[in-house]
């Protein structure tokens, strides 16, 4: 028994020095390194540090050059920062490497958009949209409705919309969009029930806020007009919005 007890005490008394050893980790590959950038450079950019998030994922790429979503990353910072050219670059090489990285393609499809390229913006969003690999496919059917929006073409407009609202009931930019085209097209009620929903699904927001003074005063319902304009003041008093709701009432 009593050399038993100190076999048990001689283990024990061993385990914390087992335990205090220092654990070896492996070191990051430099794919790895490169996706840890690419992330804080996205976080950086989201909260407007671009000088920052410019560096991190300038760093993501020397790490790996054919990280697609490194390229697609920085894409998206130089079209914030408005350097077009470097923006296309990018946005070319990252699908280059990774041809079904739909999400960069999507994000292409919006800049050729804004850029006045709607036809090539189309076709991007027509390969995203018509893969099942894209498990989001109320994005690019958002985007497109967007697009044909801003080119005046309403049907297909509302079409893309309505699809994008099939796949995703609740999906705030689409109802907005459509709450824009229906009181732009004479739908006023129509536009009074997708901007409510856009509300209950997102909440208020300046661009809502004023568009729902614009349907309300079109319909003659001062009052629901008023209740907006007090949202608009209470909430966001410095907004641009404010002062548009103030001259429009005034006219």
């Not at 028994?1 to 430099?30: F, K, Q, V, Y």
């Not at 976080?43 to 697609?68: R, T």
């Not at 097209?185 to 806020?209: H, K, M, V």
């Amino acid at each position: 028994m009593a050399l038993l007890l100190g076999a048990l005490n001689t283990a024990c008394s061993s385990l914390p020095e087992e335990e205090e050893r220092p654990r070896t980790r492996s070191p990051l590959t430099n794919q790895q390194a490169s996706s840890i950038y690419v992330d804080k450079g996205v976080n950086y950019m989201e909260s407007g540090q671009y000088e920052i998030a410019l560096q991190d994922m300038q760093k993501a790429i020397e790490l790996d050059d054919e990280n697609s979503e490194a390229h697609n990353a920085l894409a998206v910072l130089y079209q914030r920062i408005d350097d077009r050219s470097q923006a296309d670059s990018h946005f070319r090489e990252a699908l280059s490497l990774k041809s079904d990285n739909f999400g960069a393609r999507n994000n292409y499809g919006r800049f050729l958009c804004l850029n006045e390229r709607p036809q090539e913006a189309f076709e991007q969003f027509a390969l995203v949209i018509g893969t099942k690999l894209y498990g989001q496919p109320w994005i690019p059917l958002t985007n497109a409705g967007v697009c044909a929006h801003a080119i005046g073409q309403l049907p297909q407009a509302e079409s893309y919309l309505r699809k994008a609202l099939s796949a995703n009931p609740g999906f705030p930019p689409a109802l907005l969009e459509l709450a824009r085209l229906s009181r732009e097209t004479g739908q006023a009620i129509a536009a009074r029930g997708f901007l409510q929903r856009y509300l209950s699904a997102s909440g208020p927001s300046p661009e809502a806020l004023m568009l729902g003074i614009e349907i309300e005063m079109g319909l003659g319902d001062s009052q629901a007009a008023a209740d907006y304009m007090q949202t608009l003041r209470s909430k966001f008093p410095d907004s641009t919005e404010v002062m548009q709701a103030r001259q429009k009432r005034q006219q």
